[in-house]
């Protein structure tokens, strides 16, 4: 989170709910840092997920979304 200022390019963070192996408020740690360092960026909590919530149906196809517009889209 102390980095957050260095970020450059596209980030999203996926965080289950659930997630006992990630506490949750770690992301919402790097969230906080790269607000105060004025990054964009896109965050989405995955309710009823635990860790690998990027993996569930919806996280996946998040997932995809984004890297379709900032790598395929980009290219074009």
Known sequence: AEDAHKLQGQLLLI???L?????????L???G?????????????IIGAGHGA???????????EFLVKHLL???R
């Not at 997630?19 to 992301?27: L, M």
């Open 15 to 17: 965080v289950g709910e």
């Open 19 to 27: 997630d006992q192996n990630v506490d949750p408020a770690s992301t």
């Open 29 to 31: 740690q790097v969230v």
């Open 33 to 45: 840092a790269l607000q105060r360092a004025g990054k964009s960026f896109q965050y989405m909590p």
């Open 54 to 64: 990027a993996e569930t149906s919806f996280g996946s196809r998040l997932r995809m």
């Open 73 to 75: 889209d980009g290219q």
